[in-house]
């Protein structure tokens, strides 16, 4: 019988490497769409130019599910195609380079993948509980905020503008979003560790 002419033209371990390699580009373009849908669903603000967005919530639940480093590899991918004019950021910003760069948001974009890499490396290193996933989706919102919040203070000169812009309204609706990205980040690694 015939060979397949994948099989005669390329052998067996790097078809294994190709479709591993295969598998992690597509799960971090995946995460980079997934953030960038989650940036659709925006609300703004009155007072402050800091939309209430379920960005953050993709963000955390990418680092989570992916780790650390597809997750720090998705956000930037993620930035980059918001760099170059697609349309991935809040519909509320001004774009591209220029909501990346110059926007109220930039502090908070910016951070992006190293909350990734923080969700995702808290994750990775130990059992995955609820417990360990909101732990790694608190951190990575103290690195979002702590980015945030200084450019918000630089922009305006002023950091009590700074916490009433970008903290005050945001608390709550935070608390929310890293307790929902720890449930289903536990759900599935509970799940695919049933499944070995």
């Known amino acids: 019988m015939a060979k397949p002419a994948t099989e005669t033209l390329v052998p067996s371990h790097e078809r294994l490497f190709i479709s591993d390699a295969a598998r992690q580009v597509a799960l971090v373009v995946g995460g980079s769409l997934l953030v960038a849908l989650c940036a659709r669903i925006t609300i703004p603000i009155p007072g402050t130019p800091v939309p209430l967005t379920v960005q953050n919530f993709g963000v955390l639940l990418v680092g989570l599910m992916l780790g650390s480093r597809r997750g720090f590899a998705a956000l930037m991918l993620y930035l980059a195609e918001g760099a170059v004019g697609m349309p991935v950021f809040s519909p509320l910003g001004a774009g591209g380079i220029a909501q990346l760069l110059h926007g109220a948001t930039s502090g908070f974009l910016l951070a992006y993948p190293l909350v990734a890499w923080v969700a995702g490396y808290v994750m990775e290193h130990g059992r995955k509980s609820f417990a360990r996933a909101a732990v790694g989706g608190l951190l990575g919102e103290v690195v979002l905020?702590?980015?945030?919040?200084?450019?918000?203070?630089?922009?305006?000169?002023?950091?009590?503008?700074?916490?009433?812009?970008?903290?005050?309204?945001?608390?709550?609706?935070?608390?929310?979003?890293?307790?929902?990205?720890?449930?289903?980040?536990?759900?599935?690694?509970?799940r695919a560790g049933t499944q070995r």
Not at 170 to 182: D, Q, R, S
Request: glycine share 6%; net charge positive.
């Open 145 to 190: 905020f702590t980015s945030g919040l200084a450019w918000l203070a630089v922009l305006t000169h002023s950091v009590a503008q700074a916490f009433r812009w970008g903290l005050e309204w945001f608390l709550f609706a935070e608390i929310i979003k890293v307790m929902m990205a720890a449930g289903i980040a536990a759900q599935w690694a509970r």
